[in-house]
């Protein structure tokens, strides 16, 4: 990263896929957009603390540690994130009951993964909802390619068996 241009290029190809699995970790996307640039802003006023390899992968894991300060400070003030509220949501235009359906899916589905262990829940978040490649994946986590490509089958497979289970 040698240049500013270089790093608009970056942010270009990088920042929606970022944002994506920033929203994995914290769920809210104003939060993610605050982290996104956060994340940039360190990465160009930090260059030299890149060492090569995958920019993504470093740009992750940047981000990651400003989404755990993020949840350590507000820890420290004692307020939840889920009691935030966001005054700007736009109501959606969907059907209701299909709304209705949909949340309730995606909310079993979430409290199923309070099944899984940390790791395994951050492997499927990184690859369905961030879209990482295993090889991204054992990166950001410090694992290997072929790691990352076992433990989210596995994780998927308790996760469905977990499901089955309780319906």
Not at 23 to 37: E, G, R, S, Y
Not at 104 to 114: I, P
Not at 154 to 166: F, G, H, T
Request: charged share 30%; hydrophobic share 35%.
């Amino acid at each position: 990263m040698s240049g500013i241009n270089d790093m608009e290029a970056v942010y270009k190809r990088y920042a929606l896929p970022l944002k994506k699995y920033i929203i994995t970790l914290c769920h809210d996307d104003f939060l993610a957009d605050d982290l996104v640039a956060e994340t940039f802003y360190r990465a160009i006023t930090h260059s030299d603390s890149w060492q090569g390899g995958n920019i993504y992968t470093w740009l992750c894991t940047i981000a990651k540690n400003l989404f755990f300060n993020h949840v350590k400070k507000k820890e420290q003030q004692n307020v939840s994130l889920d009691d935030e509220e966001n005054p700007f949501e736009v109501p959606s235009k969907e059907d209701p009951t299909a709304a209705i359906e949909r949340e309730e899916t995606r909310t079993y589905l979430l409290k199923k993964m309070q099944d899984l262990t940390p790791t395994e829940r951050e492997v499927i978040y990184l690859r369905t909802y961030a879209d990482l490649s295993f090889k991204e994946i054992g990166d950001v986590l410090g694992k290997t390619e072929n790691w990352a490509r076992v433990t989210f089958f596995r994780s998927k497979e308790k996760l469905r068996r977990n499901m089955e289970r309780m319906e």
